[in-house]
């Protein structure tokens, strides 16, 4: 089991910026895809972004892009979630993720059975 460990939520008002970071453990985090996603009160568990291995490939739900930047380092063992113009329905626990499985480097992981790995979340939200 590798230990996925998600910091940075807090609370924000509408429009500010928050970074998230997931730390990891073990050699998976710089070998296979990672995560993010997003549960609201009341909602499904939702995808808001991943990244490749090489980290040259990254895809985002319609709802972050533009707004959020997910970005790892290998050297760090870490990735982060960068978001900006944040909004009161980006109010959520995010959960970092991490897949175990032979990945494609050129496909997109966006779906919570693609990933292996969990954190505890970290609670995010904005204010209007």
């Known amino acids: 089991q590798v230990q996925l460990v998600e910091s940075g939520g807090g609370l924000v008002q509408a429009g500010g910026s928050l970074r998230l970071s997931c730390a990891a453990s073990?050699?998976?985090?710089?070998?296979?895809?990672m995560g993010w996603f997003r549960q609201a009160p009341g909602k499904e568990r939702e995808f808001v972004a991943t990244?490749?291995?090489?980290?040259?490939?990254?895809s985002y739900a319609d709802s972050a892009k533009g707004r959020f930047t997910i970005s790892r380092d290998h050297a760090k063992n870490s990735v982060d979630l960068q978001m900006n113009s944040l909004k009161p329905e980006d109010t959520a626990v995010y959960y970092c993720?991490?897949?175990?499985?032979?990945?494609?480097?050129?496909?997109?992981?966006?779906?919570?059975?693609?990933?292996?790995?969990w954190g505890q979340g970290t609670q995010v939200t904005v204010s209007s």
């Open positions: 993720a991490a897949r175990r499985q032979s990945s494609n480097e050129n496909y997109d992981y966006i779906r919570t059975h693609d990933y292996d790995y």
């Open positions: 073990g050699r998976i985090f710089t070998s296979y895809p």
């Open positions: 990244i490749n291995w090489s980290g040259g490939r990254s």
